[in-house]
C-alpha cells in the first residue's frame, strides 16, 4: 500500500497489467460495483453510464484492457488521460 502525500491518495491495490491482465468477467464485476467510466483513448475522455459500457470499449489496439484502471467512489477511469486522471484524484 502507497500513499501519496501530495495528492493525499491512498493506494489500496496494485496489480500490473502485463503479469496479470484481468479477465473479461474481473472488469464486468467491476462495472458492476461503478456508476461512472471514463475511457480514454489517446488525448480524449469519454465520461459514459457503466450499464452502457462493454468490456470492448475498454480494450485497446491489441486487444487488452486499457491501463491504467483507477477506481474511486463511483467512478472508474481506464487508460492514460491526465486531465481526468487529476480531476479523479
Given at each position: ?15 500490473s ?20 467510466v ?50 479523479l484524484?
Amino acid at each position: 500500500m502507497r500513499c501519496s502525500t501530495r495528492a493525499k491518495t491512498q493506494v489500496v491495490s496494485e496489480r500490473s497489467a502485463r503479469k496479470e491482465p484481468m479477465s473479461d468477467a474481473e472488469v464486468k464485476s467491476l462495472l458492476g460495483k461503478v456508476k461512472t467510466v471514463i475511457v480514454a483513448k489517446g488525448k480524449s475522455a469519454r465520461t459514459l453510464e457503466a450499464s452502457k459500457v462493454k468490456t470492448a470499449d475498454l480494450k485497446g489496439p491489441t486487444g487488452n484492457f486499457r491501463a491504467p484502471m483507477v477506481l474511486k467512489g463511483s467512478t472508474l477511469l481506464v487508460g492514460f488521460h491526465e486531465e481526468s486522471l487529476k480531476g479523479l484524484l
